[in-house]
């Protein structure tokens, strides 16, 4: 019993691993996209930036095949095995030796931890093996392409934001229909909706999109509808908040950071929302009990 136990999850860490892979190489495709299209509309562009991912454009996403992003030679299937490949080269290329450097391994990593996390977090919960879960690991798989992305250039892409709120709406619907007290859980999703995707709307309409993107809005909307109680939905903004001031005061302080640096809002989101989702439970009854207490006191 406890043999099948470890197989599972080191099956569901492989399969994190072979996601990640496929995550890694989106962003770097939706990035030669991002590019290209600039280019096409007059903005400024880093040319060498293109030259280099030029080789990612031209197919269609179904039979584009990985390239190395230094030589452009085509990979072979031998070398798309995450880590593995990886690792017997020494982290460099086997055509140009030019270093691969630690992007895809790190998201390949990531991803495979995500899995083996949410697994845990489900299974633990009483749940099974069901249409849900799968839905939870393709939303988890598009959620570290929107966070490298948004990361790494300040953007949340169309191409995987609308996906990703499509399969948030399925899982909040399983959800529903799966729901003791259907009423109760359709208003705590509609206020966790209100909390997320509302204040994030009423700061980019406030701000005309200086302080947060219109793309924040909508990963807001994808992770109420994930989270679908108001408690965790408030508690993911908390921490979005707590995180970022953590992260950007020492940079304020040190000067590295200007007053009207860009802070992208995405990653934070998605770290509070993860918080939320695997403690959230524990953080919310820890509070109440502490409230109680305290109000016994006196
Ligand atoms: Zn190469």
Not at 21 to 47: I, Y
Not at 175 to 196: K, P, R, T
Not at 243 to 255: A, K, N, R
Request: with cysteine.
């Amino acid at each position: 019993m406890y043999n099948k136990h470890m197989l599972t999850y080191l099956l569901v860490g492989f399969l994190g691993l072979v996601f990640g892979s496929f995550a890694g190489a989106t962003v770097w495709r939706l990035r030669a996209r991002q590019l290209a299209e600039d280019k096409k509309e007059g903005e400024p562009v880093d040319a060498g930036e293109l030259k280099r991912l030029k080789p990612l454009l031209g197919h269609g996403f179904s039979n584009d095949r990985s390239r190395c992003l230094a030589c452009g030679h085509e990979l072979a299937w031998y070398d798309l095995i995450p880590l593995v490949s990886w690792a017997t080269g020494k982290g460099k290329c086997r055509y140009c030796k030019q270093p691969i450097g630690w992007f895809e391994p790190t998201i390949e990593l990531l991803t495979a931890g995500l899995f083996i996390s949410f697994y845990h977090y489900w299974v633990s919960g009483g749940t099974v093996f069901s249409i849900e879960l799968i839905l939870w690991l393709v939303a988890l798989v598009l959620l570290v392409i929107l966070f490298v992305y948004d990361a790494k250039w300040f953007l949340l892409p169309n191409i995987v934001m609308w996906p990703f709120i499509a399969v948030s709406v399925a899982v909040a619907l399983l959800q529903l229909v799966m729901a003791d007290n259907f009423v109760e859980s359709a208003l705590s999703l509609l206020w966790a909706i209100v909390i997320l995707a509302g204040l994030y709307f009423m700061l980019w309409f406030a701000s005309r999109g200086a302080w947060v993107g219109f793309g924040d809005v909508k990963l807001g909307l994808g992770l109420a509808l994930l989270l679908g109680e108001w408690q965790l939905a408030f508690l993911t903004v908390f921490l979005a908040n707590l995180l970022g001031t953590i992260i950007v005061i020492p940079g304020l302080l040190s000067g590295k950071l200007s007053r009207k640096a860009h802070i992208p809002f995405g990653p934070l989101l998605i770290l509070g929302f993860l918080i939320s989702l695997y403690f959230g439970g524990g953080i919310i009854d820890a509070t109440a009990d502490y409230i109680s207490t305290t109000l016994m006191l006196y």
